[in-house]
Nanobody, 117 residues
């Protein structure tokens, strides 16, 4: 059973930066487009960014130019570099395949990102 583990969240002031990591058991990164998602309080989980096996990336408009998604196949790890953070980026961030749930893959526990002065 593949497990996803997100880390790197924390409390940061507006304009600050964080780097999230997503590690996975197994070889899920090798053959799947991977994505970052987030869920803000009282809202549904939403897609944030994705990266293909070939390294092509896509971002939602709200994070374009501020966030950078990357991956290291050899380490089964994916990253989300978040710069110029805004209060509206506050959420629990998750990683998964894109679209999510490939081969019945579940969600990890996520990592909390709080942007506040």
């Amino acid at each position: 059973q593949v497990q996803l583990v997100e880390s790197g969240g924390g409390l940061v002031h507006p304009g600050g930066s964080l780097r999230l990591s997503c590690s996975a058991s197994g070889s899920i990164f090798i053959s799947n487009t991977m994505g970052w998602y987030r869920q803000a309080p009282g809202k549904q989980r939403e897609f944030v960014a994705k990266i293909t096996t070939g390294g092509h990336t896509y971002y939602v408009d709200s994070v374009q130019g501020r966030f950078t998604i990357s991956r290291e196949h050899a380490k089964n790890t994916m990253y989300l570099q978040m710069n110029s953070l805004k209060p509206e980026d506050t959420a629990v961030y998750y990683c998964n395949t894109f679209p999510p749930g490939f081969n019945l893959l579940g969600w990890g526990r996520g990592t909390q990102v709080t942007v506040s002065s």
